[in-house]
């Protein structure tokens, strides 16, 4: 049931970000917003099946993803009225690509899923980070940095698709 709900929410999240990136206005920050609680329920979720395979590890995955959705959340922020730097929510891609590493390491040590589903992840975690940071340091935009974003995008929903339909491994699951 875990991975269901977990695949579940990884489509949401990824849906909702993309509909954002091609909209504007409040469209985009409701957008945002359903991508933002999408992701704040993957981890704590999670949480109880990766904590018996490293609880330490486990426990730096909630907080890089809770890290990612503060600043998201501040995408959002137009919406109300405020003005916040476009910086702050760029730099949620960070603490993804953390939370990205923490994740498929615990599920590659797991076996919870196969493992060339998170090598894939942990490979394609390297061309997304550059891109978040060189569009951080303002050498790219968000759109010129999309071909980086790609092979990791594919690799979540492919992870998703896999929790949906085989789920966990279920010896390991309930080990």
Known sequence: MTARVVGSLFITATAAGVVSASTQGTTRGLMVFLMA???????PTLFPVLKQH????AMGYVVARTLEVVFLMTAIAPIAGLQIDDLWGHASAIYFCVSVVLLNVLLFRSRLVPRWISMWALVAVVPYLAGAVLVLLDVLTPTQAGTLFVPLAVNEMVLAVWLLVKGFSAELERA
């Open 37 to 43: 609680v999408a992701i704040a329920f993957i981890a």
């Open 54 to 57: 490293g609880e330490g590890t």
